[in-house]
């Protein structure tokens, strides 16, 4: 006769989240070489093999790591809300994050952003609607900006006030300020990356000028860090949805029931 037991498999917290941080790091550096010796650096002639190590033409593996890395995030954060609701301790604020990181992945993935920034310039060109045209004279870098900043600005600062309450591990509060370091260093390389080539803010004219290289070679490798940066912030973000999961499971371990 078997009698029912419990069988206690403990999960160790720390060495989790940091495999899962030095797996998506080293990923993401892997990216960043296959782009500088394959892609730039010409390993290969083969166009389709170079477009896919293409870190700047967003569709290619760099692109899918991304946006896969960011639905991940954004499912971990949909897990603690789970979590606090099953626990009486529901709180919209993760509901919010989760739903936000998983409309980035999809956009990241299907370029939503860029593409209706261009339809607004395309509306802009063509003379049917004034009121976009000024609108968008308003920015002189691209048209999306003007439309998404705002809005992603708007959830990021309320993000940022919700998790700097309810964060409690060790160093999460300091990984969050490294990812909004991150995003908003990345955000800015994408501004000076939209301006004219004259304009007076575009400092990647000056280093093209002051290294006397190509245009093409600076912008490349700013967008390639630009890139590098969005998914390092997601790496961030990821690891301290997945260390407050922790301790709102306040694990022990996993009871798994052996049926007799």
């Known amino acids: 006769m078997i009698n029912d037991s419990n069988i206690m498999v403990n999960v160790p917290e720390k060495k989790v989240v940091q495999v899962l ?8 550096v892997l990216l960043v070489l296959l782009d500088a010796f394959i892609n730039y650096g010409k390993f290969t002639d083969i166009g389709a093999i170079r477009r896919m190590c293409n870190i700047a ?7 899918w790591f991304a946006s896969t890395q960011t639905l991940f995030a954004g499912l971990t954060a949909l897990v603690v809300y789970g979590f606090s609701k099953r626990l009486c301790r529901p709180s919209i604020g993760w509901l919010v ?3 936000f ?14 593409r209706v920034g261009t339809a607004f310039k395309v509306i802009a060109e063509r003379g049917d609607d004034g009121i976009v045209g ?23 600062l309320y993000m940022s006030y919700f998790l700097w309450k309810e964060l409690s591990a060790s160093g999460s509060r300091i990984l969050m300020f490294a990812a909004l370091a991150a995003m908003g260093f990345a955000v800015g390389l994408d501004f000076i990356e939209g301006l004219d080539k004259t304009h007076p ?3 990647y004219t000056l280093i093209r000028d002051f290294f006397e290289t190509r245009s093409y070679t ?19 973000f990821w690891i301290v949805f997945a260390k407050h999961l922790f301790y709102v499971l306040k694990p022990q371990g996993f009871a798994i029931k052996v049926q007799p």
């Open 218 to 236: 600076v912008w490349h490798f700013a967008k390639v860090l630009e890139e590098f940066l969005e998914m390092l912030s997601i790496s961030f």
């Open 101 to 114: 990181f998983i409309y980035m992945a999809f956009d990241d993935g299907a370029q939503i952003h860029e």
């Open 134 to 156: 000024s609108f968008l004279s308003i920015s002189p870098s691209y048209p999306w900006q003007l439309v998404f900043v705002p809005i992603f600005g708007v959830i990021g």
């Open 201 to 203: 803010w575009n400092i």
């Open 57 to 63: 033409r967003e569709d290619g593996m760099a692109t």
């Open 97 to 99: 994050t989760a739903l």
């Open 21 to 28: 941080f030095i797996s998506a790091v080293v990923v993401e």
